[in-house]
Antibody, heavy 120, light 110 residues
């Protein structure tokens, strides 16, 4: 069974770059059937889609975050990564990675999420 | 892109039915069948409960159903149970190849 696990620093200083990794186990990130996504949720608030990537490198980003976001994949490690630059306190959130079907375009498997706090 | 519109909260008694609406535009909800719904319990990751407007993944009770009319999608939960108390989010693919979520609806089972 495919599982996703987010990892990375839980605390980032303002103006710095947030970096997270999602490790995919039980399946290949190089599958033709899936995109791989990042989604975040500020404390007490709703879900916000950040972006998704196909294993060959094609990416799509939320227009509101596009200038600060980079999503990449490392097929050799079966991992996807997220970089969010110039962070502020408003970027404090639980960050989830999720698998997105290329056929039904839904998020069918989610990681447990990791809380990242932006604070000095 | 703007978030899809959902009511902030809804409530119902055990055994009753409730419906949660999700309103978008012709560029998202109205333009595609790719509307999905997610259930999120406190402190947990969201769980897919409806995909492609009205399909249930394996293991999701048939008490959960979805529909769509124009730019508005709906999630109906019949025979409410205490365990259904959670936050519910809709999501849609868009004409820009992006994804947009609704603001979420908190369901209270009284």
């Amino acid at each position: 069974q495919v599982q996703l696990q987010e990892s990375g620093p839980g605390l980032v200083k303002p103006s710095q770059t947030l970096s997270l990794t999602c490790t995919v186990s039980g399946g290949s990130i190089s599958s033709n059937d899936y995109f791989w996504s990042w989604i975040r949720q500020p404390p007490g608030k709703g879900l916000e889609w950040i972006g998704y990537i196909y294993y060959r490198g094609t990416t799509f980003y939320n227009p509101s975050l596009k200038s600060r976001v980079t999503i990449s994949v490392d097929t050799s490690k079966n991992q996807l990564s997220l970089k969010l630059s110039s962070v502020t306190a408003a970027d404090t959130a639980v960050f989830y990675c999720a698998r997105m079907s290329t056929v039904t375009l839904d998020f069918d498997i989610w990681g447990r999420g990791t809380l990242v706090t932006v604070s000095s | 892109q703007s978030a899809l519109t959902q009511a902030a909260s809804v409530s119902g008694s055990p055994g009753q039915s409730i419906t949660i609406s999700c309103t978008g535009t012709s560029s998202d909800v109205g333009g595609y069948k790719y509307v999905s719904w997610y259930q999120q319990h406190p402190g947990k990751a969201p769980k897919l409960i409806i995909y492609e407007v009205n399909n249930r993944p394996s293991g999701v009770p048939d008490r959960f159903s979805g529909s769509k009319s124009g730019n508005t999608a709906s999630l109906t939960i019949s025979g409410l149970q205490a365990e259904d108390e959670a936050d519910y989010y809709c999501s849609s693919y868009t004409t820009s190849s992006t994804v947009v979520f609704g603001g979420g609806t908190r369901l209270a089972v009284l």
